[in-house]
T-cell receptor
Framework: NAGVMQNPRHLVRRRGQEARLRCSPM?????VYWYRQLPEEGLKFMVY????????ESGMPKERFSAEFPKEGPSILRIQQVVRGDSAAYFC???????????????FGPGTRLTVL | ELKVEQNPLFLSMQEGKNYTIYCNYS?????LYWYRQDPGKSLESLFV?????AVKQEGRLMASLDTKARLSTLHITAAVHDLSATYFC???????????FGKGTKLSVKP
């Protein structure tokens, strides 16, 4: 049973370019979460998606960032016109169907380390 | 403002010693998570604590939860070098997966 898959693992972009990060959840998981981790910091929630729906995007910057989780294919986190401050590790997590009124335990992917030159 | 505070943030300990990491949080949450992260790696789930008084143990690690005090502890018994990593606690105040993480406790176990 493959875990959460993310690609690419490392991504280098120049300022002003676009970055696309992909996440395939664990088999049977219908909930996807994106987090950002700055060096020496904890993870910060960005967005929570189910298939074809954005459930909570309260942690997403208002501009340049978008996320989707289409009916078919991986979830995509897209960053337009990247700036140096976007350099971070971006982790995707997935969880199975909700239990006890809320999502279950989250399982994290290996992360994408974005470097903006 | 939602806060999750861990202490200490850095911990250097000798093999064979015991120590406790503390996690305080500022809002109600019906569950608390502990994760481990090795340098440059992803997060590995250690414990999910679901109720007041919950205690879980795995090997040399034991986690507990006091929801009234909004406090969780991660106790390390007879530390070994392999436990060197950063440990994060996280809460889920809205019970929908929007996890709020602490800053992490970087543990270094020396021979």
């Amino acid at each position: 049973n493959a875990g959460v898959m993310q690609n690419p693992r490392h991504l280098v972009r120049r300022r002003g370019q676009e970055a696309r990060l992909r996440c395939s959840p664990m088999k049977g998981h219908s909930h996807v979460y994106w987090y950002r981790q700055l060096p020496e910091e904890g993870l910060k929630f960005m967005v929570y998606l189910q298939k074809e729906n954005i459930i909570d995007e309260s942690g997403m910057p208002k501009e340049r960032f978008s996320a989707e989780f289409p009916k078919e294919g991986p979830s995509i986190l897209r960053i337009q016109q990247v700036v140096r401050g976007d350099s971070a590790a971006y982790f995707c997590a997935s969880s199975p169907l909700p239990y006890a009124g809320g999502p279950g335990e989250q399982f994290f992917g290996p992360g994408t380390r974005l470097t903006v030159l | 403002e939602l806060k999750v505070e861990q202490n200490p943030l850095f911990l250097s300990m000798q093999e064979g010693k015991n120590y406790t990491i503390y996690c305080n949080y500022s809002t109600t949450s019906d569950r608390l998570y502990w994760y481990r992260q090795d340098p440059g790696k992803s997060l590995e789930s250690l414990f999910v604590l679901l109720s007041n008084g919950a205690v879980k143990q795995e090997g040399r690690l034991m986690a507990s939860l006091d929801t009234k005090a909004r406090l969780s502890t991660l106790h390390i018994t007879a530390a070994v070098h392999d436990l060197s990593a950063t440990y994060f606690c996280a809460v889920d105040p809205r019970s929908q997966g929007n996890l709020i993480f602490g800053k992490g406790t970087k543990l270094s176990v020396k021979p």
